[in-house]
C-alpha cells in the first residue's frame, strides 16, 4: 500500500505560481510511475503530467505544457508540480497519484491517489 497527501495548494492571483508536493508513505516511490490529475467542478478528472521512475521521461497536457514542471525526489519520497503562469482555468482540486509500469493519461490506470488539494486561481 501507498499513502499519498498532497500540500501546497492555495488561492493564487492569475499569473502567479505555486509548487505542489506529494509526498508518500507505506513504499518507497523510487517502483512507481507518478502522475498529477486535476478536477474542475462539474468537469471529468484531467490528466496534468507524469513522470517514470527516474525523472528521466515526462509527459505533460496540452494545458500546461510549458508552464508546469513535474520533477521527484525518490530519496524523499516526494514529487513536485511547479506550477507558473497560472491562469483561472488551472482551478480545480489536484491529485498525485502512483502505478507501476510506464506513464498513462488515463485516470483509470492509476492505483493509487491522494485526498487531492485545492488550487484557485483568480482574475
Known amino acids: 500500500q501507498v499513502q499519498l497527501v498532497e500540500s501546497g495548494g492555495g488561492l493564487v492571483q492569475a499569473g502567479g505560481s505555486l509548487r505542489l508536493s506529494c509526498a508518500a508513505s507505506?513504499?518507497?516511490?523510487?517502483?512507481?510511475?507518478m502522475g498529477w490529475f486535476r478536477q474542475a467542478p462539474g468537469k471529468e478528472r484531467e490528466f496534468v503530467a507524469g513522470v517514470n521512475w527516474s525523472g528521466s521521461t515526462t509527459y505533460y497536457a496540452d494545458s500546461v505544457k510549458g508552464r508546469s514542471t513535474i520533477s521527484r525526489d525518490n530519496a524523499k519520497n516526494t514529487v513536485y508540480l511547479q506550477m507558473n503562469s497560472l491562469k483561472p482555468e488551472d482551478t480545480a482540486v489536484y491529485y498525485c497519484?502512483?502505478?507501476?509500469?510506464?506513464?498513462?493519461?488515463?485516470?483509470?490506470?492509476?492505483?493509487?491517489w491522494g485526498q487531492g488539494t485545492q488550487v484557485t486561481v483568480s482574475s
Open positions: 507505506g513504499r518507497t516511490l523510487s517502483s512507481y510511475v
Open positions: 497519484a502512483a502505478k507501476m509500469g510506464v506513464i498513462r493519461y488515463s485516470d483509470s490506470a492509476y492505483t493509487y
